[in-house]
């Protein structure tokens, strides 16, 4: 089982190395992806023969579609090794691993044949059809932007998935997936044999919970997507954004044999977690110490419901 890790990167070099370091094996890789926008020599410190950098750098901004762009980026560098790895699983500099790199490998193998991505059909409580179809500009296009506000206040600024996606029905989600070589390779062929897919979802906003899902939700692989494996705590309705991990998360965390959660989008086991910070470190002591313990006493998963 070869997994590589796809990550999209802005900030946070300490806590990327951690993570690095806690999830490698001998079968595992990362294709990491900094932001144009960062300082790349923060990041100097962070190496190894199975990291990749990629040298293509594109400016992400939150919501755009650059997180698309730089996200295929990723894939396609990752696909186009000689390893020819068996899953693609797409991380943040802020997520660490709740598991360690040899349980992941395990999880993966036992599950082998499944996807793992948050997916509902649109319209759906968080997802409605006006996300989609409401046109908005890239901030690297500010004179279209300052437009389509116009427009927008006079109800012009709405388009019709139904005329440019040609009968793709849309599906929505959470960003952070794990994929199939073959479910990757499929949205890399797709998205290049239908380049119209991409131009709709330049102009709309957070592509990046749509773009892959709707790929993949009007595709054969849909019966297979089971939910994601990234814990993310929304409860505390801070809209766009989960809330930044403390101690009461790693209590939670170090409670329980396995990091369960049944909600909307299923049940299942979390083997990462968002957004950890690098102002409090030493959080990232306990879960590797809580990773440890689990290792030694729960060291196997029980295979997803398929």
Sequence with gaps: ??????????????????????????????????????????????????VFFSEDRIPVSWGEFSLVESTLLLTRQALDRPESYDYFVLLSGSD?????????????????????????????????????????????????????????????????????????EPYAGSQWWALSRDAARHIMEYAKANPHVEEYFRNTFTSDEMFFHTILGNSAFQPRIRRNLVYADWSASLGEHPATLNDEHVKYFESREMVWIEDEWGSGEMLFARKFSEDNLDLLDRVDAMIRRKEKYHPTSPRVNA
């Design 96 to 168: 660490y691993p709740l598991r360690s790199g040899r349980y992941i490998r395990k999880f993966l193998e036992d599950n082998r044949g499944l996807e793992f991505m948050n997916l509902v059909k649109m319209p759906a409580p968080g997802f409605p059809l006006s996300k989609i179809n409401k046109l908005r500009y890239p901030s690297d296009k500010p004179v279209r932007r300052f437009a389509m506000r116009a427009l927008a206040k006079m109800d012009l600024a709405e388009r019709d998935f139904r005329k440019s996606l040609m009968g793709l």
């Design 1 to 50: 089982m070869r997994i590589a890790y796809l990550m999209l990167v802005h900030t946070h070099a300490r806590l990327l190395k951690r993570a690095i370091r806690t999830l490698s094996t001998q079968d595992c890789s990362f294709f990491i992806h900094i932001d144009a926008k960062a300082n790349i020599e923060e990041f100097s410190g962070v190496r190894g023969e199975n």
